[in-house]
T-cell receptor, first 110, second 118 residues
């Protein structure tokens, strides 16, 4: 049982470039989330989804877009990367009160 | 004001001993949830334990227990019989309100780094 899988694990972008982070879960969970983790700030919610075809904004959504075309996949896109988006990104799915996290993506924007 | 306060940046404990990691929280919402997550050096976030504000008993999950003192607004994590693999960063987090439409904004503390010595 793979749980929540994120790809890629590491990425370096130049300012203005675009990219998509992929999150896949095999637990049939309805709810999925994207967080970013910055030093001393814990995790902050970017976007979330309550089911296939639905997405909603979280705490820090600016500069990001998401899509949930299939229940098992939740994509996070950066259309024009900025240095402020350098962070570690975590995807999670939820069952009841428990969040299952992926292993994270370290993104650096130069 | 800080919503979640973890006053111990770092803790040391001898293997097989118990250790308590402190967490205090601040909220005026009567419904909330408290969580502890473990982040090893490999980077993943691992759910440890959950306590709801209306739960009558302290939560326990194996070697982990949450010492919930509602009047004092504290939610300390107790790890019994520490193991070398417990060395990690530990985050306390709070969700204010009941789950509403899937929104899951967790407010995290700054974390406590635990080192278990043999």
């Amino acid at each position: 049982n793979a749980g929540v899988t994120q790809t890629p694990k590491f990425r370096v972008l130049k300012t203005g470039q675009s990219m998509t982070l992929l999150c896949a879960q095999d637990m049939n969970h309805e709810y999925m989330y994207w967080y970013r983790q910055d030093p001393g700030m814990g995790l902050r919610l970017i976007h979330y989804s309550v089911g296939e075809g639905t997405t909603a904004k979280g705490e820090v959504p600016d500069g990001y877009n998401v899509s949930r075309l299939k229940k098992q996949n939740f994509l996070l896109g950066l259309e024009s990367a900025a240095p402020s988006q350098t962070s570690v990104y975590f995807c999670a799915s939820r069952l009841n009160e428990k969040l299952f996290f992926g292993s994270g993506t370290q993104l650096s924007v130069l | 004001a800080q919503k979640i306060t973890q006053t111990q940046p770092g803790m040391f404990v001898q293997e097989k001993e118990a250790v308590t990691l402190d967490c205090t929280y601040d909220t005026s919402d009567p419904s909330y949830g408290l969580f502890w997550y473990k982040q090893p050096s490999s980077g993943e976030m691992i759910f440890l334990i959950y306590q709801g504000s209306y739960d009558q008993q302290n939560a326990t999950e194996g070697r982990y227990s949450l010492n919930f003192q509602k009047a004092r607004k504290s939610a300390n994590l107790v790890i019994s019989a520490s193991q070398l693999g417990d060395s990690a960063m530990y985050f306390c987090a709070m969700r204010e309100g009941m789950f509403s439409g899937g929104y899951n904004k967790l407010i995290f503390g700054a974390g406590t780094r635990l080192a278990v010595h043999p």
